[in-house]
């Protein structure tokens, strides 16, 4: 069974408070004083409720389990499998134009790619994403590593991503062995690699 984090169980909750309140408004004469509801829903958050457990927010574990087999398009045409890096570890990241946390950390896994070009593979997916806007970000942030398209979200599905960015390792035989949902800087992304694949 799926935990469920406890920012996703905040937000659960104050989206059904408002809801009664909204729910329990009624029209008020302007001579009738009018009464203000007493709050039914308290969040409290505590030390332990930070962005350390972001990993969370993929949308199920999938370490363990073999990419989607289904080839994708590239952005610059054709296309291509997980399969056919089969013996290379892969970092896979899913990105696009419009989440901008995304295109922060664009550089930093383009510096990481040029460091290990020849042990690991990068592809980045763009997610939901105009074909023009893609290029264009690829060529704003000078990355150089393989760029595929996912126009419908189906592919970012597959792999259990709910938020962007979302990134998964890899390893060599072709098994996802990790998983981080939010952005990454460059030593982050080092000792992911580290830790997932080398």
């Known amino acids: 069974m799926r935990r469920v984090h406890p920012l996703v169980i905040g937000i659960v909750a104050s989206v059904a408070a408002l809801a009664a309140f909204v729910a329990s408004v009624t029209v008020l004469d302007d001579d009738e004083p009018q009464q203000v509801p007493?709050?039914?829903?308290?969040?409290?958050?505590?030390?332990?409720?930070?962005?350390?457990?972001?990993?969370?927010?993929?949308?199920?574990d999938v370490t363990g389990e073999r990419p989607p087999s289904s080839s994708f398009?590239?952005?610059?045409?054709?296309?291509?499998?997980?399969a056919d890096l089969?013996?290379?570890?892969?970092?896979?990241?899913f990105f696009a134009?419009?989440?901008v946390p995304c295109v922060t950390e664009m550089p930093a896994?383009?510096?990481?790619?040029?460091?290990?070009?020849?042990?690991?593979?990068?592809?980045g997916i763009a997610v939901r994403d105009q074909v023009e806007a893609s290029k264009d970000l690829v060529a704003d942030t000078g990355v150089g590593y393989t760029i595929g398209r996912d126009p419908s979200g189906d592919l970012?599905?597959?792999?259990?991503?709910?938020?962007?960015p979302?990134?998964?390792?890899?390893?060599?035989?072709?098994?996802?062995?990790?998983?981080?949902?939010?952005?990454?800087?460059?030593?982050?992304?080092?000792d992911r690699i580290a830790e997932h694949l080398q």
């Open 73 to 82: 398009a590239l952005l610059e045409g054709g296309s291509m499998a997980f």
């Open 166 to 190: 979302s990134t998964f390792f890899i390893s060599a035989d072709g098994v996802i062995v990790g998983s981080k949902a939010g952005a990454m800087d460059a030593d982050e992304l080092r």
């Open 109 to 123: 896994f383009q510096q990481v790619h040029e460091e290990l070009r020849s042990d690991v593979a990068f592809v």
């Open 86 to 93: 089969r013996g290379t570890p892969i970092v896979v990241n």
């Open 38 to 60: 007493e709050a039914e829903v308290e969040l409290t958050f505590d030390a332990g409720d930070d962005e350390s457990g972001v990993d969370d927010l993929i949308g199920g």
């Open 156 to 164: 970012f599905t597959d792999f259990g991503g709910l938020n962007m």
């Open 97 to 99: 134009s419009w989440c």
